[in-house]
Nanobody, 129 residues
Framework: QVRLVESGGGSVQAVGSLRLSCAVS????????MAWFRQTVGQGREGLAR???????????TYAASVKDRFTISRDRSKGIVYLQMNNLQPEDTSMYYC???????????????????WGQGTQVTVSS
């Protein structure tokens, strides 16, 4: 059973940066695609970025329009970590951030939370103005 553990959240002022980490118990056929989502109270989960950790290239990396050019997803296979570098944070980025994994290919899974069966516990990000 793949386990995902997020860390790196916290409080930051607007235009600041944070780097979230998702520690993966093992990269396997269950983690063909991994993604970062966020959810604010009372709203659905929003997909932000996805990556295929096992790929040599970055062709599978995709961003949501709301975070493109500000957020960067990456992975360190040797450490078993998927990162989300977040720059130029704004108050509207305040949310609980989750990483998720699926055995489906990224282009199949997309950003639908229903396609990701494995989730971490989340890490809170708070951005003040």
């Amino acid at each position: 059973q793949v386990r995902l553990v997020e860390s790196g959240g916290g409080s930051v002022q607007a235009v600041g940066s944070l780097r979230l980490s998702c520690a993966v118990s093992e990269f396997s056929s269950s983690t063909k695609c991994m993604a970062w989502f966020r959810q604010t109270v009372g709203q659905g989960r929003e997909g932000l970025a996805r990556i295929a950790p096992g790929d040599e290239g970055d062709g599978a990396i995709t961003y949501a329009a709301s975070v493109k050019d500000r957020f960067t997803i990456s992975r360190d296979r040797s450490k078993g970590i998927v990162y989300l570098q977040m720059n130029n944070l704004q108050p509207e980025d305040t949310s609980m951030y989750y990483c998720a994994a699926t055995g489906a290919l990224c282009w199949v899974a997309g950003f639908s939370q229903l396609n990701y069966p494995r989730w971490g516990q989340g890490t809170q990000v708070t951005v003040s103005s």
